[in-house]
């Protein structure tokens, strides 16, 4: 019929599986934002959105500032809340929906796995977050400061010095 509505676009990526269908007039807003790390960015995301099945090539750790949200992963069934830190592990398969409330908002620090072997020195090459809910206040606000310093940073005008290197705020 040529008044029937077009199918909503399904994105090609890693993020969608092309069996679930985008919706555009549902929230989704996205930020990545640098760092001056090679090898590390970090993502602020407020989403009605369920992503289908991924994974990511990297760590991540962040935490959930709004609403809640319950995923599958090779870890089992897992529902993190407000204030509770959420980690995935570099090829971990999962995916993603709300849970209660129809948005959730949350930021993650991405870090490749070259950075993670040196940044904990591990002497078996590949280092494992084995938890992916994790409840502590502390590492909640350091993470937050993580992220306040990460969005100054990507604020400012140049991300170089005058002698070339960069400036950590």
């Known amino acids: 019929m040529a008044n029937q509505a077009k199918a909503p676009y399904v994105t090609p990526n890693a993020w969608f599986n092309p069996s679930r ?8 807003v996205a930020r990545v934002l640098a760092s001056p790390l090679k090898g590390v960015y970090s993502t602020h ?16 750790f962040g935490f959930l500032e709004h609403g809640a949200q319950e995923w599958l992963s090779g870890r089992g069934i897992v529902r993190g809340y407000p204030g509770e830190v959420i ?73 170089a010095s005058t002698s070339g290197g960069l400036q950590w705020p």
Request: aromatic share 8%; charged share 25%.
């Open 45 to 60: 995301i407020d989403s009605a959105q369920q992503f289908g099945r991924h994974w990511h090539d990297t760590y991540g």
């Open 87 to 159: 980690t995935t592990n570099p090829g971990e398969v999962h995916d993603g929906r709300p849970l209660g409330p129809p948005t959730r908002r949350w930021r993650i620090a991405y870090v490749d796995v070259d950075v993670m072997t040196t940044l904990t020195a591990s002497e078996r090459g590949h280092a494992e977050i084995t938890s992916p809910v994790i409840k502590d206040p502390l590492l909640v606000r350091i993470l937050q400061g993580l992220f306040a310093r990460l969005e100054r940073w990507n604020n400012r005008k140049t991300h």
């Open 21 to 28: 269908r985008f919706v555009p007039h549902m929230q989704h």
